[in-house]
């Protein structure tokens, strides 16, 4: 679980690197499918993660308004603040985590119970599942997309 955290982490920024050479104007297009824009996509992910990790620990989730971080600067700066706090849940991650029950208080009204485990692999597969739009993005924009291969990312040394 916590590779494919690093992994998650690795690829995004490997996006904002090739968000770089593309014009704001782009990032920001409304596109079909997906979330909206590259850029919102890219918030939108690290918006997930940092609310559904809170959540877990019984902290209140944050409302942040995209409005405001409507740049590939202040996305980043976004996930730099954010990243600390899930970075260390991650790295704390126990087998005992795994099967905790999860009673979502904002399962308007009703409570729905799943376990940690799901929960945290939820959040993994969301950034995956939204880095494959960037990927059909990335192409109608001309550009090559992020390699979503995590073979030779060098996430687990092999062992003689």
């Not at 918030?43 to 971080?69: A, N, T």
Request: net charge negative; proline share 4%; glycine share 6%.
């Amino acid at each position: 679980m916590k590779t494919f955290f690093q992994y998650n982490w690795m690829v995004r920024e490997q996006w904002y690197q090739w968000c770089e050479d593309v014009p704001e104007e782009e990032l920001l297009r409304e596109r079909i499918g997906g979330a909206g824009s590259i850029l919102y996509t890219l918030y939108h992910i690290i918006d997930v993660e940092c609310s559904w990790i809170r959540v877990l620990q019984g902290k209140p989730d944050i409302q942040d308004d995209f409005m405001q971080f409507r740049s590939l600067a202040k996305v980043r700066m976004l996930d730099a603040n954010y990243r600390p706090e899930v970075e260390e849940f991650v790295m704390a991650w126990e087998d005992s985590m795994e099967s905790r029950p999860f009673c979502d208080p904002r399962a308007g009204g009703g409570i729905v119970t799943d376990a940690w485990g799901e929960v945290v692999r939820h959040v993994i597969a969301h950034q995956i599942h939204h880095l494959g739009q960037l990927s059909i993005w990335a192409r109608e924009v001309g550009k090559k997309p992020v390699s979503a291969n995590v073979i030779g990312k060098q996430l687990i040394s092999p062992k003689d």
